[in-house]
């Protein structure tokens, strides 16, 4: 059977490749061209040489809960998802929008709070979410940035709209399968992808670098710039040091760190080296034990006081956390009209907060038709899929949501849009999200692509990597 | 480089070598019982013995049976000197460098552990030990090999081959250590057909036989001692060894060969002097297991020093180092 798109079926959802049966849309004409023109066999034999060649580099993760050791490969589909110019123009005004609102957001959260005290939001909302850290109140960052590196969540319902399903400002990961995608897909459809006039992602490497270089205390002219990880047995070492192998910078685990005199230095060889800059991968709980969670075994003691002196930066500055909580995410149209006074761009999901009584009361009434999702969780998990749960897991829910209902919110089931992926011997859709990347450094700097996540599983909505998601490359076409 | 990369590299190769020093240790004993009289009956504590975990093995095993000597020595999870625990090892420190080294050596440090993993899942080594012992060697050849054809030969290299050279010397010592003092049987044996062929077998497990035969031709039990102590052609003969992990230890200092620029390098530097004019009978006079004793000893000192030199790096006497001290 030759592989085509001709029995391929939408089933009514939005698809980002195929309009109508038979009928690809305008910038993806060139891809779904190329791909009826190959051989018989030949695209299966792409997608095998294309995931024998990740295993072989070693692009894996690590699962949790799974034996010592045990690494995958991040499950990945062949076929590109691509994102049209004007699409993509509006997406990136949207973001940059909307990270400057939450840069401003932070910077307020952590001085005068003006935002609290004219009432936009409540007080407790903010003040008593673990999220927020009271060690960084009057911190005054280096050069006013808080969120150095953001991954926003992006989803298109039936209507092709988009909508922010969330932000991600503590320690986003997965942009080096973005990267890896790409160097894939361009030997896999080197044609098409010529063709189409694909935007390039891979010096985002570069970008990040000179990110990090500009928040460097004092005007150094080399900072020594390096990247904290947890160390090999986090689910995202593969990345940590594909990051700093890429920019050229050492990777550093918490006890190759360590304070004294003023400043953070680190142990090598030759004696210690003063460094300036740190993008840590840990979250804030383990960055300082003398100041967050005493028993924290990956963090340096003593960072934090370097750090509130002005002589080391931290990307992403610690406390970020609270911007990307759930609860603070149902407020940001209005946060966006506060700082900015304009409309937000990119619509977030509408969002029930369970904290107030009217809204609660609907959502617990409501509860096989929506998504809840733990305020404080990521990865997938602590979250209720309304419609494909069971009575029991809907039960459990309701008794936790009554107990803390400050720790849950909820959205309506959105009919996530789809795209093709090859399933044995033939296309059918699955539902996709999008994480772009941001860098706020000199200016804003949303990469022309990201990390498109699928859920493998027939009619499955959750995307994550540990719930059974996987990845495709993204390719944002040129005007 | 980082202090903790350093260390990780050093103990990567240490590793690899320690696997395969372990294979040839069994290699040798598994010949030396193949060629021994019967009456002498199989010999196997001194394998542990040597090896420095007797405590270990009476704990875990008791008796020194072939079946429970092999196990320990090879498989066994809970001794932390078996291949398949140094192996492993060596991968974990090899994962945690994957930036620093080639991803050829990795696959390879990889391919070498799922090897071994999978030989203690299906009973391999027992139903053909010689050829496992020998594909142990095997993997860790390829693992120097790839090494030495893909990885820089700057700061991070030469940790490696210290790493490696001051294991093998400690091995080889503890190599002839087996048959020097454990296994000669009585004086009468000595020179007999016998014995002979024990130290021509001793020598083909460290892979110096064709070597030895080049420049002695006759085996003698001094002559071999001389070859694998003091020979200064023979890559696996400790002075051999050790003069190379002197040069990588001033390489990476930059101080010249003769002095010290710190303990590590003095300690080496006394110790290789003294190899350098010392001659087979002072040794033999003096007793060649007290020799190996000391030579043991003094490379696990040069151990320690570099482990103060190079990956303990630490501040005095300041506020939050302390605290970190007592986490």
Not at chain 1, 409 to 418: D, F, G, N, V
Request: hydrophobic content about 40%; charged content about 25%.
């Amino acid at each position: 059977m030759p592989l085509n798109f001709d029995s391929y079926d939408t089933e009514n959802f939005y698809d980002e490749m195929i309009e109508s049966p038979g009928e690809p849309r305008p910038g993806s004409r060139i891809l779904v061209e190329r791909i009826a023109k190959l051989e018989d066999g030949n695209i299966l034999a792409r997608q095998k040489a294309a995931e024998a060649f990740m295993y072989n580099m070693g692009i894996t993760f690590t699962v949790y809960g799974s034996d010592e050791g045990a690494e995958k490969i991040f499950p990945f589909d062949i076929v590109p998802r691509i994102v049209e110019s004007k699409d993509w123009a509006y997406i990136e005004r949207g973001l940059k929008q909307r990270i400057q609102a939450l840069n401003l957001f932070l910077d307020d959260i952590y001085h005068d709070q003006k935002i609290l005290k004219d009432k936009i939001i409540p007080e407790e909302m903010i003040l008593g979410a673990p999220s927020f850290r009271s060690q960084c109140v009057g911190i005054d960052v280096r050069r006013g940035i808080w969120c150095h590196i953001t991954g926003t969540d992006l989803v298109r319902d039936s209507d092709g709209q988009h909508y922010v399903l969330e932000d991600n400002l503590r320690c986003p990961s997965g942009v080096s399968y973005v990267l890896e995608n790409r160097q894939v897909l361009k030997r896999t459809f080197p044609t098409a992808f010529e063709a189409s006039h694909v935007r390039a992602v891979d010096d985002y490497p570069a970008r990040l670098l000179e990110t990090l270089q500009f928040l460097a205390p004092y005007e150094l002219s080399s900072p020594t710039v390096v990247v904290l990880t947890p160390g090999m047995y986090n689910s995202a070492y593969f990345e940590q040091s594909f990051l700093a192998q890429q920019m050229g910078v050492e990777l550093v685990e918490g006890s190759d760190l360590v304070v004294f005199d003023g400043f953070v230095h680190m142990r090598t060889t030759h004696g210690f080296q003063r460094v300036d800059v740190i993008y840590r991968r840990i979250d804030d709980d383990f960055l300082d034990p003398t100041e967050f969670r005493s028993d924290s075994m990956l963090g340096v003691p003593g960072i934090m006081d370097v750090y509130r002196n002005g002589r080391v930066a931290i990307a992403n500055a610690p406390g970020t956390g609270i911007a990307d909580d759930k609860a603070v995410y149902a407020y940001l149209p209005k946060i966006v009209k506060y700082y900015l006074d304009e409309d937000m761009i990119l619509p977030n999901v509408p969002t029930y907060i369970c904290a107030v009584k009217k809204e609660r009361d609907y959502v617990l009434a409501n509860l096989d038709k929506l998504v809840v999702k733990a305020t404080n969780e990521s990865g997938g998990y602590g979250m209720l899929v309304g419609p494909h749960s069971t009575r029991e897991q809907q039960a459990e829910f309701a008794e936790h949501i009554k107990k803390n209902p400050r720790n849950y919110i909820a959205q309506p089931t959105l009919a996530l849009s789809r795209a093709p992926v090859l399933v044995e011997d033939h296309f059918e859709g699955r539902h996709v999200d999008l994480r772009p990347y941001i860098l706020y450094g000199k200016d804003i700097y949303v990469m022309p692509g990201g990390l498109t996540r699928v859920a493998l599983k027939k009619g499955s909505l959750v995307v994550n990597s540990s719930q059974g998601g996987g990845s495709k490359d993204t390719w944002v076409l040129s005007e | 480089m980082l202090s903790r990369v350093a260390n990780s590299i050093y103990w990567m190769s240490r590793y690899l070598e320690r696997a395969e020093n372990v294979a040839r240790f069994i290699g040798v004993n598994l010949n030396l019982i193949l060629d021994m009289p019967e009456e002498y009956g199989e010999q196997w504590a001194p394998l542990v013995n040597i090896s420095g975990d007797r405590e270990l093995f009476k704990r875990l095993y008791g008796t020194p049976t072939r079946e429970n000597v092999l196990q320990f020595l090879t498989f066994e999870r809970e001794n932390p000197n078996s291949i398949l625990s140094s192996v492993r090892s060596a991968r974990e420190n090899a994962r945690s460098v994957r930036e620093i080294i080639s991803s050829e050596m990795w696959e390879q440090a990889n391919r070498f552990y799922l090897m071994v993993k999978h030989a203690s899942e299906n009973n391999i080594s027992t139903d053909n030990p010689h050829n496992f012992y020998s594909d142990v060697k095997t993997e860790s050849h390829l693992f120097d090999g790839i090494t030495e054809a893909t990885m820089s030969h700057g700061e991070a290299w030469h940790f490696l081959q210290v790493g490696e050279l001051l294991e093998r010397a400690d091995k080889t010592s503890r190599i002839l250590d087996v048959k020097y003092y454990i296994l000669l049987p009585d004086e009468q044996a000595v020179g007999t057909a016998v014995d002979n062929i024990q130290w021509a077998a001793l020598l083909k497990s460290v892979s110096a036989l064709e070597m030895y035969r080049k420049h002695f031709k006759q085996i003698s039990p001094a002559k071999v001692a001389d070859f694998l102590i003091l020979n200064r052609e023979f890559p696996r003969s400790v002075h051999s060894c050790l003069r190379r992990a002197a040069y990588s230890l001033h390489a990476i200092t930059g101080s010249q060969m003769g002095s010290f620029s710190n303990k590590a390098e003095q300690r080496m530097g006394r110790l290789l002097a003294e190899l350098n004019y010392t001659q087979i009978e002072e040794i033999i006079v003096g007793g060649m297991h007290e020799f190996f004793e000391g030579l043991q000893s003094r490379l696990n000192g040069i151990d320690d020093c570099i482990f103060e030199t190079y990956f303990t790096l630490r501040p005095l006497n300041k506020k939050y180092t302390q605290q970190q001290s007592q986490a």
